[in-house]
């Protein structure tokens, strides 16, 4: 399955997400505006793919400046950077893809525009590979914590749908079934939007790994009665002490693992990481719209006119993380200092 490919006639195409699990369609955007209303809509989601995805959409948006100059076009890719980064808010890879590139553009020596759009396309498929290769060590590494016949329970989406492939969370789960493990899930349906209903039982199922959905206020129950081993999350924003927010929802895994004595892991890259907030307090957490909850498929599922509360995010504490599963390693506490280590 491909979240996305950039195609050489010079424009990019999303898998929408919002449509699956029962019809596969790609967008073809070739304008960032494209780029950025599947962002905020959820066709493509999940922290690395929304940054590989918004990297190719500022490649769009330059490639329809007329700028004369570098300094025009800096400008001109800056303002698109701006509007693409306010498409969501929580999930730091999209402000750290449009800031690699914009670097890039600035560190650039040649003063040729045609140069240095060329130079941010390069840098756009540098973003996407090199997601799909630090999934695999994030599998690599995260395999290695699984014991045989583990059952897992995972929340939402952070598989290969979330990423440019492969995946974070689940990318542990397909390394520890190619090692052989003999591992199961439990995916959680994850509401409000069913992203561990509709996306993750699809890729599991996908891959010939054993899955079986649960409703989000089952997963208590279910490690009550000793049908779960462990958890394993993927994160949108990882503090510099540990604190990751992650899916709505995560925060209550992660307090029933504890009280069920169950290792609660967290995989994401390092590009997750965001040692400019000191703890998940200072994290921007996203709230949606009230229809995600009052609506199912189109139709009103409650009172017309209830007030709604719909964060898209929660923040789980560092102290209720057993490790941080990266491409560079797992990463244990006391996190504010090993993760300042690893990002150095």
């Known amino acids: 399955m491909e979240t996305m490919r950039w195609l050489e006639e010079g424009y990019l195409e999303l898998l929408d997400q919002s449509k699956l699990p029962l019809e596969v369609t790609y967008l073809k955007c070739k304008d960032y505006l494209d780029v950025a209303d599947a962002i905020r809509r959820l066709a493509v989601r999940g922290a690395p793919a929304i940054g590989a995805a918004a990297a190719y959409g500022l490649v769009l ?138 996306l993750t039982t699809w890729e599991m199922l996908h891959d010939n790994i054993p899955v079986t959905l649960i409703t989000d206020n089952m997963a208590g129950y279910s490690m009550a009665c000793g049908r779960v081993d462990l958890i394993i999350v993927g994160a949108d924003r990882i503090t510099a002490n540990g604190d990751t927010a992650n899916k709505i929802g995560t925060y209550s895994l992660a307090i029933l693992a504890q009280a069920h004595h169950l290792p609660f892991y967290v995989a994401a890259p390092v590009s997750t990481v965001d040692l400019s907030l000191a703890s998940g307090a200072e994290i921007p957490i996203e709230e949606r719209e009230s229809t995600e909850v009052t609506h199912f498929n189109g139709h009103l599922v409650a009172p017309a006119g209830v ?8 923040v789980t504490p560092n102290r209720l993380i057993t490790a941080i599963i990266t491409e560079l390693g797992v990463i244990g506490q006391p996190y504010s200092k090993n993760l300042q280590a690893v990002m150095s």
């Not at 140069?115 to 395999?143: M, P, T, V, W």
């Not at 059952?151 to 689940?170: E, K, P, S, V």
């Not at 007030?307 to 995010?313: G, Q, R």
Request: proline share 3%; with cysteine; glycine share 8%.
């Open 307 to 314: 007030k709604v509360w719909n964060p898209a995010f929660d």
């Open 61 to 198: 948006g330059a490639s329809k400046l007329q700028a004369l100059s570098k300094e025009v076009l800096i400008s001109g890719v800056e303002a698109t950077a701006k509007e693409l980064m306010a498409t969501r808010p929580t999930a730091v890879n999209l402000r750290w893809a449009m800031d690699r590139l914009l670097n890039r553009l600035r560190l650039a020596e040649t003063d040729n525009v045609s140069e240095l759009k060329s130079a941010l396309l390069a840098e756009a498929k540098l973003i996407y590979q090199k997601d799909l290769d630090n999934n695999r060590k994030i599998g690599e590494y995260g395999q290695a914590l699984i014991p045989a016949g583990a059952r897992i329970l995972t929340h939402c989406n952070a598989g290969a749908l979330a990423t440019a492939g492969f995946g974070t969370a689940l990318g542990v789960i397909r390394a520890a079934h190619e090692a052989g493990k003999n591992v199961s899930v439990y995916a959680d349906e994850t509401r409000p939007l069913l992203q561990g209903a509709r």
